[in-house]
């Protein structure tokens, strides 16, 4: 998954978490101290620092469940074909 890719989930998710809790942009840039314009780049994936990530979710009051916005990484069907194919490796026996 690229980063790009990550910060639109990221962004999604958290434009999700302020619409769920009926709050506009221009509010939560007053809570958070940063402009209503950089919310609105974090929202459509277009970068975050993350100062402005924890500000956001600390006005958002969801900073103790960073790790529900992190996108979980699918593993690719080759991956799994390899991982079931890994043969588990023999030691060297001590008995003689």
Same mark, same amino acid.
């Given at each position: 998954m690229?980063? /790009?890719?990550?910060? /639109?989930?990221?962004?999604?998710?958290? $434009?999700? !978490?302020?619409?769920?809790?009926?709050?506009?942009?221009?509010?939560? /840039?007053?809570?958070?101290?940063?402009?209503?314009? #950089?919310?609105?780049?974090?929202?459509?994936?277009?970068?975050?620092? @993350? #100062?402005? @990530?924890?500000?956001?979710?600390?006005? !958002?009051?969801?900073?103790?469940?960073?790790?529900?916005?992190?996108?979980e990484?699918?593993? #690719?069907?080759?991956?799994?074909?390899r991982?079931?194919?890994?043969? $588990?490796?023999?030691? /060297? #026996?001590? $008995? $003689?």
């Amino acid at each position: 998954m690229t980063n /790009a890719r990550i910060e /639109a989930i990221v962004g999604e998710k958290l $434009k999700n !978490l302020r619409l769920e809790y009926n709050i506009t942009q221009n509010e939560l /840039a007053k809570k958070t101290g940063l402009s209503r314009v #950089s919310i609105s780049k974090i929202e459509r994936g277009m970068g975050v620092n @993350l #100062s402005s @990530l924890i500000e956001i979710m600390r006005g !958002l009051r969801v900073l103790e469940n960073i790790e529900h916005l992190i996108p979980e990484q699918e593993v #690719s069907p080759i991956e799994v074909i390899r991982l079931k194919n890994r043969t $588990k490796k023999k030691r /060297a #026996s001590t $008995k $003689k």
